[in-house]
């Protein structure tokens, strides 16, 4: 049997897409080697930080006028709020018409979850970041998100649960994450806009920087995720064929939310930067939000099931949106100006009968 030649093994490398890999070794680890105690806790201040360290380098990278033109951009901003606050409870509740035998009342309570959380800020600005989209917007509509979020998400929560019958603990609403939100992400921006003058031009010869902050700091959200998934023992609770139900329905959920986010991007006339915003700022969902809602809005002994379709949408959007981000088309580059034709010189041109006699002389 023929051996492959290296050349061939050396192009099957470089289509390996290392970042996808690279996920799923972190949920391995976390399944194998979940953080614990003060071990997770650690982890999660890690991943904090690395968030906080993200925002600070893209305030240092952005001008104020490419941050200001991202805040006004609300024929962006609004369809995606659209498509994160409507669309996508409406998908919830049209899944939760399943019957129990794919869907359990406790999954479909945490199918209906997911859907009114909002955007996801870290990834969603990493992924536009990596397709080359509009970051400035993407800052703008993912931040929009996550704060409308705070008081949507626990009284759509509420409502919806309670009219399908799904039930849901009563949910004081937490002004105190707004407070959190400015600490881990407003400020951090707003120090990078403070000394953009002096370290931008650095950035822009270190690329790689950016770069290991944007994928690190997913990577340690994931693996912090995972642990505590791990070691509240979810993973057991709930049967093969169910868990492999479950996963289509959330594939379906985001190809839903994917196509939808795409096509109405395309319908007013988007850019192709703005559409990229648009793609991934509408399709993802918080896991890190939806977390410590789910501890106030369900009881203790429901929350492990019900955050596993978050959990397992969570995996799906990052794997697939980091593919597509890796593999969105290039912007196209401006045709070169054509080279302008030389100067017309005139050539005198001489009568046969005048070159005769010049030659008779």
Same mark, same amino acid.
């Given at each position: ?73 609300? &024929? ?33 309570? =945490? ?103 944007? &994928?690190?700091?997913? %990577? ?8 505590? =998934?791990?070691?509240? =023992? ?52 918080? %896991?890190?939000? =939806? ?10 002994? &429901? ?57 008779? &002389?």
């Amino acid at each position: 049997m023929p051996h492959p030649s290296p050349g061939a093994a050396r192009r099957v490398l470089r289509r390996v897409d290392w970042y996808i890999v690279a996920l799923f070794c972190v949920i391995g680890l976390a399944a194998l080697v979940p953080a614990r105690g003060a071990a997770a806790d650690g982890v999660s201040l890690t991943a904090r930080v690395a968030v906080g360290l993200l925002f600070f380098l893209y305030g240092a990278r952005l001008s104020p006028q490419a941050a200001l033109d991202g805040v006004r951009h609300w &024929r962006l901003h609004l369809p995606v709020l659209a498509l994160t606050f409507l669309a996508f409870p409406a998908a919830g509740l049209a899944a939760g018409l399943l019957p129990h035998g794919v869907l359990s009342p406790e999954l479909a309570a =945490g199918v209906l979850f997911l859907t009114v959380l909002p955007s996801t800020v870290q990834s969603s600005i990493a992924f536009t970041s990596m397709a080359r989209g509009n970051v400035a917007a993407a800052i703008c509509s993912a931040s929009f998100s996550t704060v409308l979020g705070v008081v949507l998400t626990p009284l759509l929560a509420v409502t919806l649960l309670r009219q399908t019958g799904a039930g849901a603990a009563d949910a004081p609403l937490t002004p105190s994450q707004l407070t959190d939100i400015a600490i881990q992400l407003l400020l951090p921006f707003l120090a990078g806009q403070a000394v953009r003058r002096w370290i931008a031009d650095w950035l822009g010869r270190h690329r790689a920087l950016t770069t290991l902050c944007d &994928r690190g700091s997913i %990577l340690l959200v994931v693996y912090s995720a995972f642990s505590r =998934g791990v070691t509240a =023992g979810i993973w057991h609770r709930v049967p093969p064929a169910r868990l492999l139900l479950l996963a289509a329905v959330c594939a379906l959920l985001l190809a839903f939310a994917l196509s939808a986010a795409h096509g109405t991007a395309r319908l007013i006339g988007l850019p192709r930067a703005d559409r990229v915003t648009a793609v991934f700022c509408g399709s993802n969902k918080s %896991l890190a939000s =939806g977390l410590p809602m789910a501890t106030v809005l369900f009881p203790p002994d &429901r929350i492990g099931i019900t955050v596993l379709p978050l959990m397992l949408y969570h995996t799906l959007q990052l794997v697939v949106c980091a593919y597509l981000a890796r593999r969105w088309p290039a912007p196209p580059t401006p045709l070169a100006t054509p080279a302008s034709p030389p100067p017309l010189r005139l050539v005198r041109v001489q009568e046969p009968e005048q070159v005769d006699e010049k030659n008779a &002389r």
